[in-house]
T-cell receptor, first 112, second 118 residues
């Protein structure tokens, strides 16, 4: 039972355009969400988080949107840069458990 | 501040052997979690340590065990290795505040230890 799903294994975007990465979850107890970026041979790097009491959080070029009724979150990267090419993971947690459930990742390729 | 460091970076074992992976948490962090990332998958939670005690375990058998030391560093031990244990093992540290119930925490990951079981 995969509680966190990233249904797009890969995404290609032109430099300067918007990248939208999607994530769906099934457990209504999840109340904290994280996005991570992972380059080959490196550990995942934290990008941005959102709590279930918000529906949007921004940090520079990165914005995360949360739709609790749809159990869906998305990460927007504007403008996309070639250095953004990496695998992106969303992760969800019920803060009472402190255990994060990760999606399978989306490989983003930003074309110059 | 120093980040999360893991050792060794790569290792090869044979089926049935035992392995110990090590992790130094980021300075200021008091909680360590271990994740297994198989090829093409997202990280899967193995267990978490807080105040030197296991606090929560994922769907992994007892041959996966761990320790947390007073300096918050940690070890992951896997006994009786199986071929399916081949994966990237990620350690993540975080600050849990005065207690684990004091709010959500962001994980800081190390680069991982890649284990190959032949």
């Amino acid at each position: 039972d995969q509680q966190v799903k990233q249904n797009s294994p890969s995404l290609s975007v032109q430099e300067g355009r918007i990248s939208i990465l999607n994530c769906d979850y099934t457990n209504s107890m999840f109340d904290y969400f994280l996005w991570y970026k992972k380059y080959p041979a490196e550990g995942p790097t934290f990008l941005i988080s959102i709590s279930s009491i918000k529906d949007k959080n921004e940090d520079g070029r990165f914005t995360v949107f949360l739709n609790k009724s749809a159990k869906h979150l998305s990460l927007h990267i504007v403008p996309s840069q070639p250095g953004d090419s990496a695998v992106y993971f969303c992760a969800a947690s019920d803060t009472g458990t402190y255990k994060y459930i990760f999606g399978t990742g989306t490989r983003l390729k930003v074309l110059a | 501040e120093t980040g999360v460091t893991q050792s060794p970076t790569h290792l090869i074992k044979t089926r049935g052997q035992q392995v110990t992976l090590r992790c130094s948490s980021q300075s200021g962090h008091n909680t360590v979690s271990w994740y297994q990332q198989a090829l093409g998958q997202g990280p899967q939670f193995i267990f978490q340590y807080y105040r030197e005690e296991e606090n929560g375990r994922g769907n992994f058998p007892p041959r996966f065990s761990g320790l947390q030391f007073p300096n918050y560093s940690s070890e992951l031990n896997v006994n009786a290795l199986e071929l399916d244990d081949s994966a990237l093992y990620l350690c993540a540290s975080s600050w849990a505040g005065r207690s684990l119930s004091s709010g959500a925490n962001v994980l800081t990951f190390g680069a991982g230890s890649r284990l190959t079981v032949l």
